[in-house]
């Protein structure tokens, strides 16, 4: 101590600050840092993706009579991807009774979008009548659930929910940095003069993700009326088309179109964009589900739902962005859109006019590959019989191969026959009608 009072005054001046930095100041540097720019995830009002899925099990479980629950797991190149759907109808018996009006409902394709499972947690409540919503006749609505079959998947993209709970606030994507929503066949693989490959990334083809190849022989099996593909970042009421700035012609397009005005009006206080999700967000999107729903597999109702934004957050600030963050907005978000939800149930057989019917279509449009075709027939036996259809689903794999070389193998004969007769035609000696 001696030695630092008989330094000059000048260093003096200099070192007692400097020594009191260093002994006084705190251990964490992080303890002198602002505050950061974003909002973490509120655990006092979201599930963990874990707990999110038990309270789904346990739900189910308490109403054997009228839930089902399956989780399907499938995988390519060292990646693998699950996907839970639960299935309502009030009557379980008749779950496979194609007369009744089937709805399609899917959540949390995006991972940080953690609003949208919650969503579907809080409508399984209320099918489930743990919950009910206000202003709304028990009677009326059981008499209306009595005619549909209702598939809801909670939580499309666990592994991008997984990497959002790891601190990844902003991903969007699968567990291998595609975008679920550009991995559909209509359109895919186009990409905008804005195109972003961080967040549009379409992979390397078509269904190349296990989500999406999942989601597809769902659809395809289950062949539903009315499909409802749920998200996060804005509010808005979306029907087809992504990939275009128009609509689709005809009565469809207007029986949509009112139905989501209804919405708007009844759910949404008249202030929820609606029309087509690429003439209305402002850019277009490819290889979206909901367009392929629309165009593939004929669903008469298609849709797109934005439940919730906050315009003002900084674009970093992810969760903020897309999720409410306080407890009152947090249940607006949840009551508005639920019943939203159970307008759709009552109203949406109603706006097809024919009772159950699906649009008619060509036979050209009626054709799908023959790997379509045996992937929603394996998963409808899925369905009903569990895991025996796996030693058939093997079996159907070597079917297919043997397809596809038998029709290669047809095609070369008939070729081969062509060519011959065409050989045998052309060295036939020409024989004059008159002697010369």
Not at 5 to 12: F, G, K, T, V
Not at 27 to 48: A, E, Q, R, W
């Amino acid at each position: 101590m001696g030695c630092l009072l008989s330094l000059s005054n000048p260093l003096r001046q200099f070192f007692f600050p400097l020594v009191f930095f260093v002994f006084f100041s705190p251990v964490n540097g992080k303890d002198n840092l602002t505050p950061p720019s974003f909002t973490p995830i509120n655990g006092d009002l979201y599930h963990s993706s874990g707990l999110l899925m038990e309270e789904i099990s346990n739900l189910v479980h308490r109403h054997p009579d009228k839930f089902t629950m399956e989780t399907i797991e499938t995988g390519n190149q060292g990646y693998k991807a699950e996907v839970t759907v639960v299935t309502y109808c009030r009557n379980r018996k008749e779950i496979d009774d194609r007369s009744k009006f089937r709805i399609l409902l899917s959540f949390g394709q995006h991972g940080r979008e953690l609003i949208t499972s919650e969503l579907a947690l809080r409508v399984l409540s209320v099918l489930s009548e743990e919950q009910f919503l206000p202003n709304m006749d028990p009677i009326s609505l059981n008499s209306t659930l009595d005619k549909l079959v209702i598939k809801v998947v909670p939580m499309e993209n666990l592994n991008g929910r997984k990497l959002v709970e790891t601190g990844e606030l902003c991903e969007r994507r699968n567990g291998r940095g595609v975008d679920l929503n550009r991995n559909w066949s209509v359109d895919w693989g186009k990409k905008e003069k804005d195109y972003d490959p961080y967040e549009e990334n379409p992979g390397t083809a078509p269904f190349s993700e296990p989500e999406t190849q999942i989601m597809r022989k769902l659809s395809i099996s289950f062949d539903p009326h009315i499909w409802v593909n749920v998200h996060s970042g804005m509010e808005a009421l979306f029907m087809p088309y992504d990939h275009r700035n128009t609509t689709p012609d005809g009565l469809p397009s207007q029986q949509m179109r009112r139905l989501l005005e209804e919405l708007n009006h009844l759910h949404c206080q008249d202030r929820c964009m609606i029309g087509s999700g690429g003439g209305s967000v402002g850019y277009l999107a490819h290889g979206t589900a909901t367009d392929y729903m629309y165009d593939v597999v004929r669903v008469p109702m298609a849709f797109t739902f934005e439940i919730y934004g906050d315009g003002t957050a900084s674009s970093k600030d992810c969760f903020k962005m897309f999720n409410p963050i306080d407890l009152t907005t947090f249940n607006r978000v949840l009551n508005d859109w639920s019943a939203a939800f159970f307008t759709i149930f009552k109203m949406g057989p109603q706006q097809l006019q024919k009772k159950h019917s699906k649009p008619s279509t060509t036979n050209s449009e009626k054709w799908v590959s023959i790997d379509e075709y045996l992937d929603g027939y394996l998963m409808e036996r899925r369905n009903r019989y569990g895991k025996k259809v796996e030693v058939l689903e093997f079996g159907m794999q070597e079917i297919r191969t043997y397809f596809r070389l038998f029709m290669l193998s047809s095609i070369l004969l008939l070729f081969m026959f062509c060519s011959r007769i065409s050989k045998s035609k052309c060295s036939r000696p020409i024989v004059a009608v008159m002697p010369i």
